[in-house]
Structure formats: structure tokens, C-alpha cells
């Protein structure tokens, strides 16, 4: 978890005897390098980028030859038709809610889970933990039929409870939490609680939740982006009358219309909020990523 | 005498019981919402149960089994997802290993290059898709702009078979390489610089070095990222899905050309509501997936240190 908080110092090495070899044992970038990297980034950030244009121009612009490749200014205009002719407002207000929802629950209970599995002893503990990191590679989408005929049984199908249920926790996050509290908490600590009559509660209250915040917030940004972005089981278990973001957009490419102008601003529009975490958090999330924070 | 008693007996019951209360929620929504419903799809796979018959659901034990390998579309389906499993994994590996390469060098505004490596993977897959659908597309696509400046022809990516794999292969790639790469450059930056430093005054070139050096140290994560990778690439839905969006998706092109085999399971169940043969699809590709990951496996495990 060190590397989310600071990234090790390069390392500086001794010089060589010719340029070339110094550069290759130094491991310093050369101009192809940067040339690579720019390409690299520029690949990365141009679909995206695309869309924005796209967003910002009139609806005949998405046929020009050759392509236009800078923004216009109808980008507000654009985004008026966005609500005017759909019910993205919804969508946007129920994809807040679903993901916002999922993040607070997934960060409470794998905080509230991994500081059992790292810091408490119980019976069977080993046996639960393996469970849980077994779990973690098996697909739940391939239990989706049941799902479905769940929620049908219990009269949730095509409301957001739907999608926010199954979400509440992950394998994952109770994984990544306990990784963080074995490191993050000296047994000395809890054990001097414990000597002051403090119950178990009251150590993850007061000790155990205060050092949770790096990794939480960490899960937290991955639990967020995860969640907004989630396709199949809202495509499934929710109606076009009542979507999420994601089936939002699915519905206003599947022939609602042909204006795609009016389909890429939508695109814009549901990936501002994920765009706008992740310019404000970027550090954190490379960090996350890089400190094994797996989100497969 | 009866408060410490009282206060030890609490003690003995939070040091006993509590930890498994603090577990329980997890367990509890996870038995009930991920683990029943996957081992509950087993029993429906043995059941003739469509929502579209009256008579409800009737056990008829490999009915569904023996129909799935006699269908041609299944086949066709299964054939598209090892296509696009081999089309995505493949090369998401070894853009990641460059890349990874690249950005373990010393190099300047650092966090900047490995953030823009990372941004194709937090964003929506959906969006994604309706967006790459239109720079694949056949008269005003981008992609096709460009083909024609080095002379290339009007590809219609969507109506061949191996065009409309590399389109959805290049969305998928497009997406994940930036994620793996950050995971190898995690372990590349472990790697000791005195390896590199004999190496270079051994006179080994940075290309050997890579070959040489990196990649068999780092095979621990590789075949991480290869099994990683299989997991998602084996069940690609959103992709086929909105590349041609419209009534007929499901299909995934006219001829079922990249339909693969989870959207197959989408159409049978979502679609013709038949859910007993959609779950059987879902047993045989999660039985697919496993073979297939333990095939990645086996071959990254291969990679040798010299």
C-alpha cells in the first residue's frame, strides 16, 4: 500500500563507460521512448477525446470527410437534446444512486470483514478467508438466470434494488482490506485496547477505521467506477422505462434514433462522472493498481 | 465479584462470537446473491423452463446438454469466443510488456503517461463500444478515413467474420492493455538494476535484456495477467452486443458472425426467455473458461529463466 502514498525513488545508478551504455544501465528514456509513450497516450485518450468532438458540433459533422477533429461550440445544445428527448436525468439520478449506494456498503462491510480476518482469531477463520479468495475468480454473471428468477419472485425486476442488492459487497474488497490491516495495525495496539476493557467494536471504531482510510479510499474509487460502469446485470434485470446510465445508452444506440451525435453526447455525458474521479484521483488509482489492487 | 465476572463472560463472548458477526454480512449477501444463484444455475440446466410456456418448469435431466451440442449456432458462438479469446489475450499481453518496458524507464511527467494508460479501462464499457461502432464505421468511420489515405479499400468491418473480430478485438485491447502493463511495471520496477548493469557490460542489447531478463523474471504476473485476462475475454457481451446495436443484437451480426458464446446466452435467455438451455450455456462456458485458463497457464508457465 506504501507505493499508493509514495511511489519509490528512482534509483540512480553509476555511469557507464559509453553514452549508449549508460542510458541502457541507467534506464534513462531516450527520445523513442518519449516518441512511443506520446503514441501510446495519444491512442489512449483519442476515442474519448473523439466523442467530446463529436459532442460539441452539429449533427452533420459526424458524416464529414474528411473528419472533423476539433470541438465546436454546440456541445451545450447537444446536451439540452440529451435531456429533451430521453430520460437521462433519470438515468443519471439512478446510476448516482446505485453507484453511490455500492460504494458506502462495499467500503463499510469489507472494512468491517477484513479487519476480522486480519486482526481477530475465530474458528474456521483460514477456511473463510480461503472461501473468499476462491470466490474472487468465479464469475457471478454466470449465475444470472437465477438471479433473474430471484428478483422476479421477490417483485424487484426492473427497479434499482435490483442492481444495488447484489452489489453490497465483493470478495474482493473483504481480500484487499484484510491485505491492508495486517500490515497497517501493530496486534500491540489492539492488544493494549483489549488490556484497557475496550470491546472489539470499539477497537475497529476507534483504531481499526481511522487506518482503514488510505486503503478505503482506494477501494472506494475502484467500488465507484466499477459500479457506474456495470453493463450486463442492469441490461438484464432493468426496463428502458427505469435505467441506469449504462442501459441508457444501450437503449438510445439500439435504433431509438439515428441522430448519433445525440448517442455520442449521451456517451460524453455518462463518462464525465468516472473521467472527473479519476483527473482528481489518478494518482491513487495507478497506485491501487500498482499495489495489486486487482479489479479483473 | 459479580461485575469482573460479568465483564470477563462479555469478554469471552467478544472474543468468541463478535468476529463472526463483523463477517457475516459479507457472507450472508454474498450465499444468497453470488454463490446460490451460480450453483442454483446447475439445477435449471437439467429443467425444461421457459417463461414464454405455460406449464412451468419440468426436470428432464442432459435434455438441454444434447440439444446445445447439436446446435450449429452454439458451435458457431463457441468458435467466436476462442477467435476473440486468442485476438484479445495475445496481444493485450504483449502491448502490456511494451508498454511496461517503456514506462520503466526514467521519464519525465511519469504519473501523467501511466495515468493515460490506465484511462482506457475506467471508462464505460457501453460507451466505449458506441463509440468505437462509429470510428469502425463503413462510409464516415474514422478508421476507414485513415485505411484510405495509405490506400487501403472501405473496409465493412461489421459484415466479415475475421474483420468484425479484429474491430471488437481492438475495443477490448483498447481497454485492458494499460491495466496489465501497470501490473508488470509494478514487478519491473522490483527488479534488481545490477542485473541490468552486468548485462549492458556483458554487451547484451536492451531488446536481449527485455527477452533475456525482464520477461522471465517476470512470469509470476504474467500468467496472472493471462488467466486474469481469460476470465474476461471468454465472456465478452457488452462488445458484441452494441457494436451493431439495434433489434436483432443479440445475434450479434446478420450471420451471427461475432456473436459470442455468453451474448448466445444472453439471446436464449433474454430473448426467447428459454432460461433452462441459457443455463446450460452458461455451465458449458464456465467449464470452457476453466480449460481455457489452465491451456494460458500452461504455456505461460513455459517462460524460462536462463
Redesign the interface.
Known amino acids: 500500500m506504501t507505493?499508493v502514498l509514495d511511489p519509490?525513488a528512482?534509483?540512480r545508478?553509476p555511469a557507464?563507460p559509453a553514452v549508449r551504455?549508460r542510458r541502457?544501465?541507467?534506464?534513462?528514456?531516450?527520445p523513442w521512448?518519449?516518441a512511443?509513450?506520446i503514441a501510446?497516450?495519444a491512442?489512449?485518450?483519442f476515442?474519448?477525446y473523439?466523442?467530446f468532438v463529436?459532442s460539441s458540433q452539429t449533427p452533420d459533422a459526424?458524416?464529414?470527410?474528411?473528419?472533423v477533429l476539433v470541438p465546436g461550440g454546440h456541445l451545450f445544445a447537444n446536451i439540452a437534446r440529451v435531456f429533451d428527448t430521453t430520460d437521462f436525468a433519470l438515468a443519471l439520478t439512478n446510476s448516482i444512486v446505485v453507484a453511490g449506494t455500492v460504494t458506502v456498503s462495499v467500503v463499510f462491510?469489507?472494512t468491517?470483514?477484513g479487519?476480522?480476518?486480519a486482526k481477530?482469531?475465530?474458528r474456521g477463520?483460514n477456511v473463510?478467508l480461503l472461501l473468499?479468495i476462491a470466490?474472487q475468480?468465479?464469475?457471478?454473471?454466470?449465475?444470472?438466470?437465477?438471479?433473474?428468477?430471484?428478483m422476479s419472485e421477490f417483485g424487484w425486476a426492473g427497479q434499482i434494488h435490483a442492481v444495488i442488492?447484489?452489489g453490497?459487497?465483493t470478495?474482493f474488497g473483504?481480500f484487499f482490506m484484510r491485505q491492508y490491516f495486517e500490515r497497517a495495525i501493530p496486534d500491540e495496539l489492539l492488544e493494549a485496547g483489549r488490556m484497557d476493557?475496550c470491546?472489539?467494536?470499539r477497537l475497529?471504531w476507534h483504531v481499526a477505521l481511522p487506518a482503514a482510510r488510505p486503503a478505503a479510499a482506494v477501494l472506494g474509487l475502484f467500488t465507484f467506477?466499477q459500479a457506474?460502469?456495470d453493463?450486463?446485470w442492469p441490461l438484464?434485470v432493468l426496463v428502458p422505462e427505469n435505467p441506469t446510465?449504462?442501459?441508457a445508452?444501450?437503449t438510445l444506440?439500439?435504433?431509438y434514433t439515428t441522430d448519433?451525435t445525440l448517442?455520442?453526447t449521451a456517451?460524453?455525458i455518462?463518462?464525465v462522472p468516472?473521467?472527473a474521479?479519476?483527473l482528481l484521483f489518478?494518482?491513487q488509482?495507478?497506485g491501487g493498481?500498482?499495489?495489486?489492487a486487482?479489479k479483473? | 465479584m459479580a461485575v469482573t465476572d460479568k465483564a470477563a463472560r462479555r469478554h469471552r463472548w467478544d472474543t468468541r462470537f463478535a468476529p463472526y458477526g463483523y463477517v457475516a454480512p459479507y457472507f450472508l449477501l454474498f450465499g444468497v446473491f453470488g454463490l446460490f444463484p451460480l450453483l442454483y444455475t446447475i439445477w435449471v440446466s437439467l429443467q425444461h423452463r421457459n417463461l414464454l410456456d405455460e406449464g412451468g418448469a419440468s426436470l428432464v435431466w442432459f435434455d438441454n446438454y444434447a440439444r446445445l451440442l447439436a446446435d450449429p449456432y452454439f458451435w458457431n458462438a463457441m468458435g467466436n469466443t476462442m477467435s476473440l479469446w486468442l485476438l484479445t489475450t495475445v496481444p493485450q499481453i504483449l502491448f502490456a510488456l511494451g508498454i511496461a518496458a517503456l514506462l520503466n524507464r526514467k521519464v519525465r511527467t511519469r504519473t501523467l503517461f501511466r495515468m493515460g494508460v490506465i484511462l482506457p479501462n475506467i471508462t464505460s464499457v457501453a460507451a466505449v463500444t458506441i463509440i468505437f461502432a462509429q470510428l469502425f464505421g463503413r462510409d464516415f468511420g474514422l478508421i476507414n478515413w485513415v485505411l484510405d489515405l495509405f490506400g487501403g479499400g472501405h473496409v465493412d468491418w461489421q459484415a466479415g467474420t475475421a474483420t468484425s473480430h479484429v474491430a471488437i478485438a481492438v475495443m477490448v485491447v483498447w481497454r485492458w492493455t494499460g491495466y496489465h502493463a501497470l501490473i508488470f511495471l509494478a514487478s519491473m520496477q522490483a527488479i534488481s538494476p545490477s542485473l541490468y548493469e552486468a548485462a549492458t557490460l556483458d554487451g547484451a542489447s536492451g531488446w536481449q535484456q527485455f527477452w533475456r531478463i525482464t520477461v522471465p523474471l517476470l512470469r509470476p504476473q504474467i500468467i496472472f495477467s493471462t488467466i486474469i485476462a481469460t476470465t474476461g475475454n471468454m465472456r465478452l457481451l457488452a462488445e458484441p452486443l452494441l457494436f451493431n446495436p439495434g433489434a436483432a443484437a443479440a445475434t450479434g451480426g446478420s450471420d451471427r458472425q461475432f456473436q459470442t458464446a455468453a451474448l448466445y446466452l444472453y439471446e436464449q435467455g433474454f430473448t426467447n426467455y428459454d432460461f433452462g438451455y441459457s443455463s446450460a450455456i452458461a455451465v458449458v462456458l464456465a467449464i470452457a473458461t476453466v480449460i481455457v485458463a489452465g491451456l494460458g497457464y500452461l504455456v505461460t508457465k513455459r517462460i524460462q529463466t536462463e
Open positions: 507505493a519509490p528512482p534509483v545508478r557507464g551504455a541502457l544501465a541507467r534506464r534513462v528514456a531516450g521512448t518519449y512511443a509513450l501510446v497516450l491512442g489512449s485518450a476515442p474519448v473523439w466523442s463529436v459526424i458524416d464529414r470527410v474528411p473528419p462491510f469489507s468491517l470483514a479487519f476480522a480476518f481477530l482469531k475465530f477463520r473463510l473468499i470466490t475468480a468465479i464469475p457471478t454473471e454466470l449465475g444470472i438466470i437465477p438471479l433473474y428468477l430471484m442488492v447484489p453490497l459487497v470478495a473483504v476493557g470491546h472489539s467494536l475497529f467506477m457506474w460502469n453493463f450486463f438484464v446510465v449504462q442501459t445508452l444501450s444506440a439500439s435504433g448519433y448517442v455520442l456517451a460524453t455518462g463518462t468516472v473521467l474521479v479519476f489518478g494518482r488509482i495507478v493498481i500498482m499495489s495489486g486487482v479483473g
